[in-house]
């Protein structure tokens, strides 16, 4: 019963994740949700965050972290970068206060500057996604011709990036396009390139 206000597909579900009894749902140019499905027969938006405009890269993932940060309960957002117009931001990774879900409230964003990729003239360059769980403060989140990005949100108002790695182009593409992460158990990374290209990696920094 809902009328539009908007144009085509701009608001629409990206996809959801479940934590506990909650979906975390990324609902691209309208922000985030998050949905009560305690009862599964009968789901309700128990939160929202809507940040277009200004920002406008679409919302792509979010997810809560498994235990409290600094006090706080936190959950991270990451947009995805499209054509990008000079001048506006790119798409980036946020930092979201969400221990009230009826009030939560942006603590910090996380972005990469386009001087620290050599292809970032190239194809897309801002962020995509990040690994879709987590056991502790870091992050591993891709940015298309950025490559693997790991950023610490221990601090919540100030994430940090503790390492990165950024294929070389390959298959006859100008760039890479880092697409997807994950990471399995024994800590091996597994990082997807959109075009052509897999790369198994370890991180030995710091913990």
Known sequence: GETPTWQGYKNRLHHALRSGDELWAAVWNAGLRVIDVSDIRRPRTVGEYNYHPPFPEPTHTVLPLPFPVAGRRVAVAVDEEHDHVPGQPHAG??????????????????????????????????????????????????????????????????????????????????????????VDRRGLIYLLDRNQGLDILEYTGER
């Open 93 to 182: 990774l946020w930092v979201f206060d969400v221990t009230n879900l009826a009030d939560i409230r942006p603590l910090s964003m996380f972005q990469v500057s386009e001087m620290d990729s050599p292809w970032s003239r190239t194809g897309r360059f801002g962020a995509h996604q990040f690994q879709e769980h987590m056991s502790d403060t870091l992050v591993y989140v891709t940015w298309f011709s950025g490559g693997l990005r790991i950023v610490d949100v221990a601090d919540p108002l100030l994430p940090r990036e503790v390492g990165h790695f950024i294929p070389e182009p390959s298959g006859g593409f100008d760039s890479p396009q880092s697409n997807d992460v994950d």
